[in-house]
C-alpha cells in the first residue's frame, strides 16, 4: 500500500517472497526485514530510502543482483551477510560509509565502491572466496581491519600497498 513509508523489523524475514516492488513513499527498511528469504533473487531499492537495517536481507540465499541508491549513506552491518548468490551489486554514488556489510557473499567476484564511500569497515568482504576484483574510487577512503579477508583480489600487492596487510590479515 502506498500509505506505508516503513518496512518494519522482520516484516518478512522467513517468507517465500521472491519479488519485491518498493513504491515512493518507502524511506526505512529496518532490521532484518527480508532476512532469510530463500525465494528472492534481485532488489532494487528506490532512492526515496534513506535507511537500511542492520541484516535486512542476510541469508537470503537465492539472492544474485542488488541495486542500492546513493540516498542511503551507510551500508549497515551483515546487510547481505551469507547471500551466497550475490553476484551483482551496485552502490549509488551519496553512500558514505560501508559497514561489515558483503560477509561470506560466496559468488560476489567483482566490486566498485563510488568516490562518495569514505570509511569501509572491518571484515566489509570477508569470506568473499570469489572476489577478485574491486575498484574504490577514492583514493583517501578509510579501510578497517580484514576488510578483504578471505578474498583472492588480482591487485592485492597494490591493495597491501595502498591499504597494508591488515586489511587481509
Do not use: W
Not at 115 to 123: G, K, L, M
Request: glycine share 8%; with cysteine.
Amino acid at each position: 500500500p502506498e500509505d506505508v513509508t516503513v518496512i518494519g523489523q522482520a516484516a518478512f524475514r522467513q517468507t517465500c517472497v521472491s519479488k519485491v516492488v518498493f513504491h515512493k513513499n518507502v524511506t526505512e527498511i529496518q532490521k532484518d526485514a527480508f532476512a532469510n528469504c530463500g525465494s528472492l533473487k534481485s532488489i532494487s531499492i528506490p532512492s526515496t530510502v534513506k535507511v537500511i537495517g542492520e541484516g535486512a536481507f542476510r541469508q537470503c540465499m537465492n539472492l544474485e543482483s542488488v541495486e542500492l541508491p546513493g540516498s542511503i549513506k551507510k551500508l549497515p552491518n551483515n546487510l547481505f551477510q551469507g547471500c551466497k548468490r550475490l553476484t551483482n551489486v551496485q552502490i549509488g554514488r551519496g553512500t558514505e560509509e560501508i559497514g561489515k556489510s558483503f560477509t561470506s557473499c560466496e559468488s560476489l567476484a567483482a566490486i566498485t565502491i563510488p568516490s562518495s564511500v569514505t570509511t569501509i569497515a572491518e571484515f566489509a568482504f570477508s569470506g568473499c572466496t570469489k572476489l577478485t576484483a574491486i575498484s574504490i574510487m577514492n583514493d583517501k577512503v578509510t579501510v578497517g581491519k580484514r576488510t578483504f579477508f578471505g578474498t583472492h583480489l588480482e591487485n592485492k600487492d597494490a591493495f597491501v600497498a595502498r591499504f597494508g596487510e591488515a586489511a587481509f590479515y
